[in-house]
């Protein structure tokens, strides 16, 4: 058709771009993109095919516009399109290569600390390197609960409120992780009584560690929508606390 019905404005076939029609298509509930759409028409042209054979199949169901005004515009640039196709000019979506996509760099683990201490940089960069790897991530969260489970049984029946025991877990996998990072050979699986031993606050671990889980604590406490009230961030700390030494001695060939 030549002009849009009752409202008098010019229709003209009329293709934009590509980056145009992909937004007009998404708009309208298509998953198709502008490339996709050249292939089915050019399918279709070459077993003869009317357009009106081919635009019907670009919409799972219905198509749905904000206004009229973007369902004129889509279908100016579709049929813009499909004369385009069928006249065998260059079209803008294949004038040249595309520019290559930028490399997606892949997050480096910090240099081991063994057989010395995490420091701070370590730490830092321990932590950056587990939440940019989504799967080294996945990876060490497998490695904790497989190794710890007897820990996390038991802290489990500590009687901690929800926000504390995922407070609590979350903090000792994150300290799991970044001595696995450092300490190449291991670590043991601990003995979950120790979250029961008092005496397992005594021995000393590192400062960096020890200062990555108060702050992890601190921030917890803030929480707007779950804070820790002051009582269960006690209790909480003192478990990490134990949790953290008995981390620290369960390195293997320590």
């Known amino acids: 058709m030549s002009r849009s019905r009752g409202r008098g404005t010019d229709?003209?076939?009329?293709?934009?771009?590509?980056?145009?029609?992909?937004?007009?298509?998404?708009?309208?509930?298509?998953?198709?993109?502008?490339?996709e759409v050249i292939v089915r028409m050019r399918t279709a042209q070459a077993e003869g095919q009317p357009h009106t054979a081919v635009i019907p199949t670009l919409f799972p169901r219905e198509p749905r516009f904000p206004s009229p005004e973007v369902a004129q515009r889509l279908f100016?640039?579709?049929?813009?399109?499909?004369?385009?196709?069928?006249?065998?000019?260059?079209?803008?979506?294949?004038?040249?290569?595309?520019?290559?996509?930028?490399?997606?760099?892949?997050?480096?683990?910090?240099?081991?600390?063994?057989?010395?201490?995490?420091?701070?940089?370590?730490?830092?960069?321990?932590?950056?390197?587990?939440?940019?790897?989504?799967?080294?991530r996945t990876r060490r969260m497998h490695s904790f609960d497989n190794r710890q489970g007897a820990l996390l049984g038991t802290l489990d029946g500590m009687g901690l409120t929800d926000e504390g025991y995922a407070a609590a877990r979350h903090l000792l996998f994150e300290l799991h992780a970044m001595l696995e990072l450092g300490w190449p050979p291991g670590l043991a699986s601990v003995d979950p009584a120790v979250l029961e031993r008092e005496d397992t606050e005594a021995p000393p671990v590192p400062e960096a560690l020890a200062a990555y889980a108060e702050e992890a604590l601190f921030e917890a406490e803030q929480d707007e929508e779950h804070p820790l009230s002051a009582e269960e961030s006690a209790r909480v700390r003192t478990l990490v606390r134990r949790g953290l030494a008995a981390l620290w001695k369960a390195r293997k060939g320590s």
């Not at 229709?11 to 993109?33: I, N, P, V, Y």
């Not at 004038?95 to 995490?118: C, S, T, Y």
């Open 11 to 35: 229709f003209e076939h009329h293709f934009e771009s590509a980056q145009t029609l992909d937004g007009l298509l998404e708009l309208a509930g298509s998953s198709c993109d502008t490339t």
């Open 76 to 136: 100016q640039n579709l049929l813009g399109l499909w004369d385009l196709v069928a006249e065998g000019k260059p079209l803008r979506t294949e004038e040249g290569p595309r520019p290559p996509r930028p490399r997606k760099v892949k997050p480096v683990p910090p240099p081991a600390f063994a057989p010395g201490e995490p420091g701070s940089e370590f730490v830092e960069a321990a932590w950056r390197y587990l939440e940019d790897d989504e799967k080294e």
